[in-house]
């Protein structure tokens, strides 16, 4: 492994996730520092580089600092263009961004807001018709994803091999496994999504990366 920089992050935290298992995947190393919330961000130190006091942040060897959790991931993955991650043609690597925008945006973000509204009871004015919107957004994504997949010869998003999208989708679908599908939902409505989180996270380079998958048996509900 190839040592590359640091960062500051959570490995509960999916951008954290998805930017160590790049890594991973292009056999580099990033030092992932110790942290604590409220307390390492708000430090002089953190913020003189850091100035939005935001994880994950990282600085690499020669002192290059970047945030945002798909800024990072894109950049690891450029730093090895053999691995893969990014695409070989220009038409992989639309299809990667297509993926990635699509996985945060039309499931991540809306699962978690039904983590932290239904599940955590964190969300100031979270109700039922909030709660609905979320889960509509979802199962139309999610829809459209297990056709997709189902006609995916390799089970991935865009070849044979996984890919920054796929890494970013597998974030993803373990928050919905959280939250939105219970153990029917990810059985028989959704088989081809969950069999790609399967095929991704079971990946023995980034297995210990994602860890226990947190599944629950039964969907949240807003109550």
Same mark, same amino acid.
């Given at each position: ?64 600092? +970047?945030?945002?959790?798909?800024? #990072? /991931?894109?950049?690891?993955?450029? +730093? ?20 990635? !925008? ?5 499931? *991540? ?19 039922? =018709?909030? *709660?609905?919107? !979320?889960?509509?957004?979802?199962? &139309?994504?999610? &829809? ?27 974030? /993803? #679908?373990? &928050? ?12 028989? #409505?959704?088989? *081809?999504?969950?069999? *790609? ?7 023995? &380079?980034?297995? =210990? ?6 599944? #629950? ?7």
């Amino acid at each position: 492994m190839t040592p590359i920089g640091k960062m500051y992050g959570n490995v509960a935290q999916p951008q954290t996730k998805v930017i160590l298992s790049v890594a991973a995947l292009s056999k580099l190393e990033i030092e992932l520092l110790s942290f604590e919330y409220g307390v390492t961000n708000k430090s002089p130190e953190f913020t003189q580089k850091f100035p939005l006091a935001k994880i994950p942040a990282f600085e690499s060897i020669d002192g290059f600092k +970047l945030t945002e959790g798909a800024a #990072i /991931a894109r950049y690891v993955s450029s +730093l090895v263009p053999d691995a893969g991650l990014l695409g070989r043609t220009a038409e992989e690597s639309a299809l990667v961004d297509q993926w990635v !925008h699509f996985a945060e945006f039309e499931i *991540h973000m809306d699962a978690s807001m039904i983590y932290a509204g239904a599940g955590l009871k964190l969300l100031p004015g979270y109700n039922s =018709d909030l *709660h609905k919107w !979320h889960e509509e957004r979802i199962l &139309r994504s999610l &829809r459209f994803l297990d056709d997709y997949l189902e006609k995916s010869p390799s089970g991935l998003l865009v070849n044979d091999s996984i890919m920054l999208a796929d890494i970013f989708l597998a974030v /993803a #679908i373990q &928050r919905i496994g959280q939250t939105t599908c219970g153990a029917a939902e990810r059985e028989q #409505i959704y088989p *081809h999504v969950f069999a *790609h989180y399967a095929k991704v996270t079971s990946d023995a &380079r980034i297995k =210990d990366v994602f860890g226990e998958s947190g599944f #629950i048996e039964k969907r949240l509900v807003y109550n």
